[in-house]
């Protein structure tokens, strides 16, 4: 990313016809940790890798309730997550209040673009530097939404973000065609099994269960299925039948098409620049 | 109240009692506010009603919901205008049918076509449902009444709910709502709600042809007490057709079936 003579401002224009600056808050995102998020047909989930700072502080609160039927993971700027996730419950109660439902999924969200456009259009704002996967479940089903810093939106099947999500994005691409039909513990185990090559390369080759269990978050919504987040021993529970499930396979090592190592696809990572301050995850 | 034998004020730093309202009969009406700048004029507001629509009941049946109505708006005790339609078809699962002051019935409408037309902008496929149109209208009124400024309407919404249940609900001026397998408004309260409750089964809903019946019943009885209710009514329909769309209608004018015939045995004919 370079420094050019029209990225002071979120109003001003390059002569390509860019916004730098909502660009560079797009970078936002891609500096706080992964989390997945995907749905089958009746429920949504999300996975979350929240590894502290250091040993000495707590994991990072990545995903937010916001309603019975709806929750948001954050990747990015957490004070900014948290602004967006209190207009977002106000919101949802406000509509609960006057209609007594549920606000349709859809609508909430084309809400929140609505709201973060005007800060990639006013001198006197910047854009959120924040991504969102929201996980939602109204009349119309399951939903998965990435919300990013341009303000735009999009309907998934199935997504990642924050840092060294790549190699989540394609196993969930490798394996999207299974979700649709999966039982309630297939998905979250997919989820898991998608994050889990998203883990910093030191954590990975020491297959510390333990020190995982701890970084990670699920959550899920759906039908008959107010948004939980799971606790500890429930991820237990999951981490466990990864465990099963992978020991009865036979040979971990052949590419078997079913992605047991996912780190080979940790390769094209490299190619992303290296951003050049300290962070969460690389100090 | 009463202290030493001198009246004690009810309340300090306050308007003084009756100050708002404009007692008939008293010349001099002494504190009374004359704002005239303000668009809430307290002392002249008047919550009497002008055009009037009288009764409006409504029939949960196992299919869904009928919500009837005579097409008589009145202006007092002059029966005004005799063919106006007082039940609406919202969307394609909700009914409603208007009772009271007309005007107000209008200008809800008009809030309520609003809210269609935004749905209809979003383009999902997302149509609002009855009981979510019946808890906003309660907010409304319950607000307007809350200001002292009501809209002098009673409502009955109905039509179909999410997973293909039927929806009947009454809303008030007051904000007041209720929801059940039979709501009326204005008179049909005295004499149609008993009428209708007595032939409920006790162990399953109404049939569509029993709840036709009822509608029909009452409506003749409405039209032979109720002196401002005309012989001629309109029927709204809202029931489940397959499992991803309804028949929502409303169907009429039917014409009560009028039996004057006995007129002859009453003396001085």
Partial sequence: MFRNQYDSDVTVWSPQGRLHQVEYAMEAVKLGTATVGLKNSDFAVLVALCKPPSELSASQRKIIPIDDHLGISIAGITADARVLSKYLRSECLSYKHSYDANYPVSRLITNLGNKMQSTTQRYDRRPYGVGLLVAGYDEKGPHIYQVVPSANYYNCKAMSIGSRSQSARTYLERNLLKFNNCTKDEIICHGIKAIRGSLPNDEHTTKEESSFQMNIAVAIVGRNQPFKILSGEENSKYLEMIKDFETSEESPTADDGDDNRPRRDDLPDSSDPNVLVATMDRP | MFNNGIVQPLWYNGP????????????????????????????????????????????????????????????????RFQNIDRIFKINDNIIMGGGGDFADIQSIMRSIDQKMIEDQCYADNIAMRPKALATWMTRVLYNRRSRMNPLFIDVVIGGIDENNEPYLANVDLRGRAFSDYVVSTGFARHLALPLVREKKPADRDFTLEEASELIRQCMEVLYYRDTKNSSQYTVGVCKVKDSTSNQCDVEGPFQVDEKWSFAKMVKGY
């Fill in chain 2, 16 to 79: 003084s009692p009756g100050q708002f309202y404009n007692f008939p009969g008293y010349a001099n009406n002494g504190n009374m506010k004359q704002c005239h700048e303000t668009n809430n004029s307290d002392s002249t507001r008047s919550t009497a009603m002008i055009t009037t629509g009288s009764s409006v009941l409504g029939i949960k049946f196992d299919q869904g919901v009928l919500i009837a109505a005579d097409t008589l708006v009145s202006y007092g005790s002059l029966s």
